[in-house]
């Protein structure tokens, strides 16, 4: 009786441990994936005004100069002509190589208002993202930012 009293107060302190370490969030893109030649960005422009995409954070400014993971990506969508954006409308790739659909990983941070993911943990390299937004008259705005995080 005692060594099983003895089993259960350890396991019941290693799942406090556990507990009580942080967790990782896991990468938003594998090693494989950062590891894939860039491809060509194609940025069609559209005869009517569509939504704006904008970069809020990281600071468009940093974009130059390597980052360090995590990152709070933060990018803000307004719709023109009293139309309005939903989520579902809202699409992100990575462009390499073959190009990576991010939208189903970000999507939990995906709203009317934009893209707002506080704690984006990328693996070290360069990271093309092309965004996608189509507002509810239809008209769609890409636009293309690339992250360069550190090793």
């Keep these: 009786m005692d060594r099983v009293k003895r089993r259960l107060t350890a396991l ?19 090693a494989e994936e950062a590891a894939r030649p860039d491809a ?4 069609r422009r559209s ?14 400014l940093d974009l130059s100069r390597p980052l360090r993971s995590p990152i709070h990506l933060k990018i803000a969508f307004e719709a023109s002509n009293g139309a309005s954006i939903t989520p579902s409308a809202v699409a992100v790739r990575l462009m390499k190589q073959p190009s990576v659909d991010l939208t189903s990983r970000l999507r939990r941070s995906i709203s009317p208002a934009g893209i707002d993911m506080p704690t984006m943990m990328l ?11 189509v507002d509810s008259n239809g008209d769609r705005r890409l636009t293309a930012y690339t992250l360069l995080i550190a090793k």
């Excluded at 942080?22 to 594998?30: A, G």
């Excluded at 060509?40 to 940025?43: E, G, K, N, P």
């Excluded at 693996?123 to 937004?133: E, K």
Aim: proline share 19%.
């Design 47 to 60: 005869l009517f005004p569509g939504p704006t995409i904008r970069l809020l954070s990281p600071n468009p």
């Design 40 to 43: 060509t960005i194609d940025q």
């Design 12 to 30: 019941f302190l290693m799942g406090l441990v556990a507990a009580s370490s942080p967790s990782k969030e896991p990468d938003l893109v594998t």
């Design 123 to 133: 693996p070290p390299g360069r990271f093309p993202l092309l965004i996608s937004v």
